[in-house]
Every structure is written in C-alpha cells, then in structure tokens.
C-alpha cells in the first residue's frame, strides 16, 4: 500500500489504489492459473500429459493385445517353473527367500 501511495501521489484517492491493488492481484492470479493449465513447462501440464501416455499405454495392451496367445504363453511360462505343484517357486537367477502364505497363517494362528 505505501509503495502505491509513493507511486501515485497522495492526490489519489484510497479508492482507487485500493482498485488498482485488487487488480494487480487478479492478473497476478490470472496468470499463475495460465501458467499451471496452459504452460508447456507447468507441473499441471507434465502430470496430465503422463496420464493421457499412461491411457494410450492401457489401451493398446487391452485392444491390441492377443490375449489367448498372451494366455498360452503365461501358462507355458508358470507350468516350467512349476508353480501350481505346491512346491516354493524356482528361478534361473538363483535362490530366493520365498514365504508361503499357508504356513505363515498357520504359525499365526497357533501362536495367538
């Protein structure tokens, strides 16, 4: 407020700077709503273009994708590494540490 006072002189009513000050506010509003929605580099325009490559990328696995193909080759993939046989999974990459579900909610349950 003083800032406009020096600027403007005291011939100005309080009114007016109070005007002009309001006014400066909605531009500055105005634009940092144009810089998030309509800015190439905004964090609005980033989040909204991921999510249109994210929509593109569900899209094309669902229609373009030959799901019996796509089924075969999973079944294929579980029954080499025996996955329905009960047994912890194996893998060419080494050992893993493998918790199997039924025996840990079987201790849970004997424990409390």
């Known amino acids: 407020m003083l800032a406009a006072h020096y600027m403007l002189g005291p011939a100005v009513s309080r009114r007016t700077k109070l005007s002009i000050l309001i006014a400066a506010c909605i531009l500055a509003v105005g634009g940092a709503a144009w810089w998030l929605v309509a800015a190439e580099h905004s964090p609005l325009a980033f989040v909204l273009g991921l999510r249109h490559a994210i929509t593109q990328g569900e899209q094309a696995l669902l229609y373009q994708t030959d799901h019996k193909v796509l089924a075969q080759a999973m079944r294929e993939f579980a029954s080499e590494r025996q996955w329905s046989s009960g047994h912890p999974p194996r893998s060419t990459f080494g050992d893993f540490i493998f918790f ?13």
């Open 100 to 112: 199997m579900a039924r025996t840990l909610l079987f201790h849970w349950h004997c424990v409390y």
